[in-house]
């Protein structure tokens, strides 16, 4: 007859895994509660938002917020511009990161830890802001929707972690094999190479998806035709309440749905800003669930030696 003896936490371990749980469940606290009250105040009414009445749960459910701004059209033009350099941005990062990578990567390549240690000097010194919106002036892209693709088209920190999930996933040897066989360089990045790399290949379109998405910094340098905004960029305007002090067509819709809601144009303003939020997030919150793996897995690639 088969025994197995059951280990029993010492007090020791039970006092350090209490501790344990608390701090776990302080961290829970910490990350879950703005999110939640920024949700609830979004839906509440500005009465009980500005007075302090809700502190986490919905009071005097209320969509006014979410009218206005889904009134507001330069959001919808924010959106497809969003898209438009969400995907495009992905796209021509990629084209660049992967072959890139895999260059560097091989071991026959000439120059490669030249190549290597010069790019990572960028990752420590850079021109600075001045400098780089001199170049993109001078190159002609300012105020163009190159503007907001090409500066931030590379990341070198990805192409490390790129580099080694080729040196560590795919096989010299199985390179070497196939161009004895007759096959060039470029049959070998296209025909070996790229269909092994699809776990690396998701995990950089989804860091630089991401990037894409929530960046409105270069758009504030280079853009000043508000039909280039992106979505960040004119939320961005509307938590500043630009539109609004100018009398806008923004101010005008919230006056007006203020009165016909019997707040004051201050109180539902609140109520906007965190509208505004969850509709920057959302979209983003919506896919991530579905995505997390792959953020896992590109973390535990970056751990690997290159």
């Known amino acids: 007859m088969h025994t197995s003896k059951l280990i029993k936490d010492t007090p020791t371990d039970r006092i350090f895994l209490f501790v344990l749980y608390i701090f776990i469940g302080l961290a829970v606290l910490i990350v879950l509660y703005p999110l939640i009250y920024i949700i609830s105040a979004s839906v509440s009414s500005p009465l009980a938002v500005n007075s302090g ?30 898209i438009f350099y969400t995907i495009s941005g992905t796209m021509v990062s990629l084209f660049i990161t992967i072959p890139c990578a895999y260059a560097i990567s091989r071991r026959d390549f000439a120059g490669k830890k030249w190549f290597t240690n010069f790019m990572l000097i960028t990752m420590f ?3 600075g802001l001045i400098p780089t919106y001199l170049l993109v002036r001078n190159l002609g892209m300012l105020n163009t929707v190159w503007a907001i693709i090409i500066p931030n088209a590379v990341s070198v920190y990805n192409i490390i972690v790129t580099k080694s999930f080729f040196q560590s996933t795919i096989p ?19 025909r070996i190479v790229l269909p092994l790399s699809a776990p690396i290949i998701a995990v950089m379109a989804l860091f630089y998806g991401v990037g894409q998405w929530n960046d409105y910094f270069n758009s504030l340098v280079y853009l000043q035709n508000k039909n280039l905004y992106p979505l960040q960029m004119v939320l961005r305007q509307i938590l500043v309440l630009q539109d609004m002090q100018q009398g806008s067509a923004t101010g005008s819709t919230i006056s007006q749905s ?21 509709v920057s997030s959302l979209p983003v919150i919506m896919v991530y669930p579905l995505l997390q793996r792959y953020f896992v897995k590109g973390v535990l690639i970056g751990s690997l030696k290159g």
């Open 172 to 190: 010299w040897e199985m390179q070497e094999a196939a161009k004895v066989d007759g096959a060039s360089d470029f049959q070998i990045f296209f």
């Open 258 to 278: 203020a009165a016909q809601a019997a707040f004051s144009k201050e109180q539902l303003v609140a109520v906007i800003k965190y509208g505004v939020m969850i």
């Open 125 to 127: 010194l850079s021109g």
């Open 53 to 82: 009445k809700m502190w986490l749960w919905p009071v005097g459910f209320n969509l006014d917020g979410y009218k206005v701004i889904l009134q507001y059209g330069d959001i919808w033009r924010g959106y497809m511009m969003t």
